[in-house]
């Protein structure tokens, strides 16, 4: 039998096409699998300076624009909530973002600087998150943190399968980041998403 089956693949079967078909089918297998097998694990480390702050945690004067968005819009008014000084944004939609943000429920919020903050994906690569907001909850307690990736899509169905495989690996990332001190809170967010409605689902407990 051994025999017959090797005889009946052809000499030139294993190539490069083939070896390629061979890896994708094996990486959507394991995207798939052990996308309900893996976990993330909080490691103590050294703190050290960001894009935001110094090595002593405090805020820096100055940051660099492009690492906030490549568009500016001098004509709107810079919500006082936010953390920047300038309207910057990366899509039609984040500007939306950042313009309905306007809500009691909002603390502060900002866009999330480029490359600062990395969610690292169990099938290779990372993810980053567009937005970072502190909630007031009905009770006072600034303990609500909500972490936003926006999408430009319409629909999360219309998200490709393995940008869902990335937002549901970053939602288990920051699920591990909450304790009994504060909550964090990550979501996707797509074209038909309005950011007052996520807020407040969240803030009043109907969020899913």
Known sequence: MRENSRAAL????????T?????????????????????????????SSTTLTDADGKPL????????GVLRDD???VPDKFLYDAFVYDSTKEHATIRDSK??????????PRRSFTVPLYFGGTTSPDFMYVLKRDDGKLSLNFVIETKDVEKRSDLRESEQFRMKAARQFFESM?????????RSQVKRDEIAVMIKQLVNGDDE
Do not use: C, H, P
């Open 19 to 47: 070896l390629g078909e061979f890896v994708a089918k094996f990486t959507e297998w394991m995207e798939r699998t052990f996308l309900t097998r893996f976990s993330y694990t909080r490691i103590d480390g050294l703190a």
């Open 61 to 68: 004067e100055d940051i660099v624009q492009g690492n906030i």
């Open 178 to 186: 909450s304790s009994e001190s504060f909550d964090v809170t990550f």
């Open 103 to 112: 809500l009691d429920e909002v603390v502060v919020f900002g866009k999330i």
């Open 75 to 77: 004509t709107a008014k």
């Open 10 to 17: 052809k000499s030139d079967f294993f190539n490069k096409a």
